[in-house]
T-cell receptor
Framework: KNEVEQSPQNLTAQEGEFITINCSYS?????LHWLQQHPGGGIVSLFM???GKKKHGRLIATINIQEKHSSLHITASHPRDSAVYIC?????????????FGTGTLLAVQP | EPEVTQTPSHQVTQMGQEVILRCVPI?????FYWYRQILGQKVEFLVS????????KSEIFDDQFSVERPDGSNFTLKIRSTKLEDSAMYFC???????????FGPGTRLTVL
């Protein structure tokens, strides 16, 4: 069983739509990360959160520690948001806080 | 803005050859990582490095793999005798402290023929 599960695996949206990507995890964590990976392969950190909610521009990330669940929302989606969005967790108690990755959600936003 | 850099961007090698993948982490960071992503699969942790030694490694990181921080700026991953299944994108990452976000390099695509 994967320690980090994401849904959906693939998502197609029309420009302007509100998008939600979900992440569930089964381990105790010190923090959860949302990352973005573009077709060229590079990984960019979007959010790191351990409680509550964070907002950056049109992106919002929430986490519910009790339910071991996080969501990434994109408001007013745009074709440039098309990418793979990855949820990753840093296991609690790990001295080095390696990341355990989900399989990613491939988002395509059509004009 | 400081960034993690990796060289080369693409390395093609023959099975059985040694390869060294290079990374320059952000200068004041203290924790360093190597991850890999086989095509179409999720990113996997390989090894973490802190205070000039390996702090954690995964099952993937067997005797064929080694890491070094030879000069205080570079952070290298060596694969002694490459196998076909080592073909993947290898990402280096660094962070200032264990509770900070990780910054990723652009990756090195390794192709083993």
């Amino acid at each position: 069983k994967n320690e980090v599960e994401q849904s959906p695996q693939n998502l197609t949206a029309q420009e302007g739509e509100f998008i939600t990507i979900n992440c569930s995890y089964s381990v105790g964590i010190s923090a959860l990360h949302w990352l973005q990976q573009h077709p060229g392969g590079g990984i960019v950190s979007l959010f790191m959160l351990s409680s509550g909610k964070k907002k950056h521009g049109r992106l919002i990330a929430t986490i519910n520690i009790q339910e071991k669940h996080s969501s990434l929302h994109i408001t007013a989606s745009h074709p440039r948001d098309s990418a793979v969005y990855i949820c990753a967790v840093g296991p609690y108690g790990g001295a080095t806080n390696k990341l355990i990755f989900g399989t990613g959600t491939l988002l395509a936003v059509q004009p | 803005e400081p960034e993690v850099t990796q060289t080369p961007s693409h390395q093609v090698t023959q099975m059985g050859q040694e390869v060294i993948l290079r990374c320059v982490p952000i200068s004041n960071h203290l924790y360093f990582y190597w991850y890999r992503q086989i095509l179409g699969q999720k990113v996997e942790f390989l090894v973490s490095f802190y205070n000039n030694e390996i702090s954690e490694k995964s099952e993937i990181f067997d005797d064929q793999f080694s890491v070094e921080r030879p000069d205080g700026s570079n952070f290298t991953l060596k694969i002694r005798s490459t196998k076909l299944e080592d073909s993947a994108m290898y990402f280096c990452a660094s962070r200032l402290a264990s509770y900070n976000e990780q910054f990723f390099g652009p990756g090195t695509r390794l192709t083993v023929l």
